[in-house]
């Protein structure tokens, strides 16, 4: 169980404050306990049961993971995923993102910042659901580094490329 004021991830939320957990009537009859919880991104409130098995809820990383995550760039090959059906591309995507697993997020943006560069060699427009997901990945994984390492998610981008010494890719 999540104590109060604590920072979580939760589901495509992302990072959340755990603002209060509360006992609630449950449909049918019962009680429930539920979290109050605020993400740190978005100007709303989430309600949801402390036993949620249906929404990925965990600790965010520590700071130090987040460094050894970051350390690990540089090692990672990762290469572009090409597919031309849509609904295949998308998938792919989606049962990456799902996963919320900072690791895996790094490997993806580095798959799509390759095949950016790739299009870009070739003078081929970059895909929209590419760019999408791109963008999808960036805001989970510097939202979650931001609030591990205290600073602005807008800061995550210069805090990488400082530590590994170059740009990430993009």
């Known amino acids: 169980m999540f104590s109060i004021g604590e920072l979580i991830i939760y589901g495509s939320m992302g990072v ?65 995923y090409h597919n031309k059906v849509l609904r295949q591309l998308t998938e792919y995507y989606e049962n990456i993102i799902k996963l919320y697993d900072c690791a895996k997020l790094i490997e993806l943006l580095l798959s799509l910042y390759d095949k950016k560069r790739l299009c870009a060699q070739v003078k081929k427009k970059f895909g929209a659901l590419d760019e999408r997901y791109m963008k999808r990945a960036e805001d989970m994984l510097f939202g979650e580094f931001a609030a591990a390492l205290g600073i602005e998610r807008s800061a995550v981008s210069q805090y990488i490329s400082d530590r590994i010494g170059g740009a990430l890719g993009r």
């Open 16 to 80: 959340c404050r755990v603002e209060a957990v509360e006992l609630r009537n449950l449909p049918g009859g019962g009680q429930g306990q539920f979290y109050i919880l605020q993400p740190i991104y978005q100007t709303c409130a989430v309600s949801t049961p402390v036993d949620n098995e249906k929404i990925v809820m965990r600790h965010i990383i520590s700071r130090e993971e987040v460094d050894r995550l970051i350390d690990t760039i540089p090692h990672t090959h990762a290469e572009a």
